[in-house]
């Protein structure tokens, strides 16, 4: 970090973490140096331990340890530059439509040629590289996320639907064979979105009671 903060521009640069064990155990140090240096900031769950209930638990400790940072330094004054995306989420979005591009607009693609529609799931494949509309082979709704009827009563619901989007499909299939239900992420999302959204509403006060 010393030699990052020596030798880089930070202008429009930004901090990305995946926030497996080792950077989990790190994130408040990154993030001091972060803020204070002015990068803006991005971090992700780790994608492929969305079934970890133990992971779950540290991640949401660390999220609320983040968003009492985050909090602290922005009535301190302190411009933090980040669209606090964590989980890959944007608590500002206010979509009824999934604005993920899963299972509509990406694709994986194999070296054999074939492609599927989830970046994590190498074992559903829809179609191939060659074949004569392959664009039309991104699409799989059992993929999609969405604020649908693939989600129950609760969600439809809950204030974090438009940010939470149902959750990752794919962690869902893995752990029920399915992808409709609530998302395995439901406890960190309804802890955490208000969290973000406070934040986010206490960036922009700030920024007007300082001009």
Known sequence: MTVIGVRS???NQT????LDDYNLDRILDVSR???ENGY???YNKDLFRGGDAVYRQKLLK???QLCDLFENYIVNGYDVHTTFMLDSLIP????ETS???CGK???TVYPDGTMGPCIRSHLCRTGTIFDENPLDKFQNEAYQYGIGENLPDECMDCECRTACQGGCPHDKIVLSGSHFGKSVMCDVHKEIIPRLRYLDKLKGETAQVSL
């Not at 901090?15 to 995946?18: D, G, L």
């Not at 500002?92 to 979509?95: E, Q, R």
């Open 62 to 64: 660390k999220y609320h």
């Open 99 to 101: 604005p993920h591009p």
């Open 15 to 18: 901090i990305v973490a995946t």
């Open 40 to 42: 803006r900031l991005r």
């Open 33 to 35: 140096f972060g803020i």
């Open 9 to 11: 521009n930070v202008i």
């Open 92 to 95: 500002s979005w206010d979509l």
């Open 105 to 107: 607009r990406i694709a």
